[in-house]
Structures are given as structure tokens and as C-alpha cells.
């Protein structure tokens, strides 16, 4: 789960003028998950590595609102005195992306049966394909959804990120897992057209497989 907050762009308000004091707010949540092959060249004392591969993210936004009511409005256009606007439940995003990682990591001592890792990198990650969805509070409005898009815009074909993270390789036997978290430092503010990434955390299992014949 990524912590964001809402592209700040001037065609969503809570309420139609004027706004209740008590207004329910506007949510916006980001979420990804990723899968992908990684390769490791470590030191003689195994005591460092540095790690490359690829990667397949997908990268969810959504805005909407909690509480009563269940919707926000969207500016739809402005014509002289005329303003209009759209009652919306939500807005979504969904992206695919495949990446390039580079990490280094740091090893405690491998006498131990599970060891700690700690781990510093950076991605980049090329957009594959996007789909953003809307849902209108009233369907009648449906015939405004390649509006809506259009107004929405599109994220970067590209983003980057850079994380830390700490875990533990589990055993010494073949084969060995990792289980550990990891937390991004920074994420590039064009990677989603609703929402900005700010912070948060991930889980991430790993299954290690061994390319050299010495026992590690």
C-alpha cells in the first residue's frame, strides 16, 4: 500500500457551493503489487550483493467518497455564466508497467541459520497499458464517460522509484525464502493521472535459487 494524495487539479469539489462544514471527505488510495526475476552477484564473504532483473507492477488509484453523500462533483465544462458539473461515486486507474530494478544489499553473518538483509534501490518502470474506469452516481450521466477521461488526462509512459527495505532469508538449506518490507523513498509524481504517491510500505516474498555449487 502506497500513502498519496489527490492530484491537485481544479475540477473536483466535495459539494456544490455553498459546502456543508461537515462535508464528507474525498478519499484517494493508491495501491501496487509486483512479480517479477531477479539475478544476484554477491561478494566472497557474501557479505554484500548487488541485484538486477525485471519486473511486472500493476499500479491502482482511486477516488472517492466516504460517508453521505456517496459522491462528489466533477467539473464537466464552463460556457460564459454556465457552469456544469457531473456527480461522481468514483474515479479509477489501473496501470501496468514493466520495470528494471537495480538493488544493493548488506548481509549479516551466514553462519546463522536465518540471516538479516538490508537493501537500498531504485526502478524504472515503462507503462504497458492503462485503464482508467468511472462510476456516476446517476447511470444517466454514463453517456459523459470519454468526457470524464479526457478531463482526467493520462499518467507518464514512464516512472521512477527509488526504496529501502530489510528482511530475513529464512534457513540455510536449499531451497530458501525471504520474507521482508520495504518502503519507497520517493516515487516519480506522474506515475498515476489521479493520484501522487507520498509514502508507505510493502511486503515482498522471495524464493531463492542458488546458480553456483557451493554451498551458500
Known amino acids: ?10 475540477y473536483l469539489r466535495g459539494d456544490n457551493p455553498p459546502p456543508t462544514l461537515f462535508a464528507s471527505k474525498i478519499t484517494s488510495e493508491l495501491s501496487m503489487w509486483f512479480a517479477g526475476v531477479k539475478i544476484e552477484k554477491r561478494d566472497a564473504q557474501e557479505r554484500f550483493g548487488l541485484a538486477t532483473g525485471i519486473r511486472f ?6 477516488i472517492y467518497r466516504s460517508g453521505n453523500p456517496q459522491f462528489f462533483f466533477l467539473l464537466h465544462r ?3 455564466t454556465t457552469t456544469e458539473y457531473l456527480s461522481v461515486s468514483e474515479l479509477r486507474e489501473l496501470s501496468y508497467c514493466l520495470g528494471i530494478p537495480l538493488e544493493f544489499h548488506i548481509y ?14 531504485g526502478e524504472w518502470n515503462l507503462q504497458l497499458q492503462t485503464k482508467k474506469g468511472v462510476q456516476f452516481h446517476d447511470p444517466a450521466m454514463d453517456i459523459y464517460e470519454s468526457d470524464v ?12 522509484s527509488f526504496y529501502i527495505g530489510a528482511g530475513l532469508i529464512l534457513g540455510k538449506e536449499r ?5 521482508g518490507l520495504s518502503s519507497p523513498l520517493t516515487i516519480t509524481k506522474t506515475a498515476s493521472s489521479l493520484n ?3 509514502a508507505g ?7 531463492l535459487i542458488s546458480l553456483s555449487n557451493s554451498r551458500k
Open 78 to 80: 464552463q460556457t460564459g
Open 175 to 179: 531451497p530458501r525464502f525471504t520474507v
Open 1 to 10: 500500500s502506497v500513502g498519496c494524495e489527490a492530484v491537485k487539479k481544479d
Open 201 to 207: 510500505v510493502g511486503l515482498q516474498v522471495q524464493y
Open 57 to 62: 507492477t500493476g499500479l491502482q488509484s482511486r
Open 108 to 121: 549479516t553473518n551466514r553462519r546463522r541459520r536465518n540471516r538479516w538483509f538490508f537493501m537500498g534501490g
Open 196 to 198: 501522487v504517491p507520498t
Open 149 to 160: 477521461k479526457e478531463i482526467l488526462g493520462n499518467a507518464s509512459s514512464w516512472y521512477a
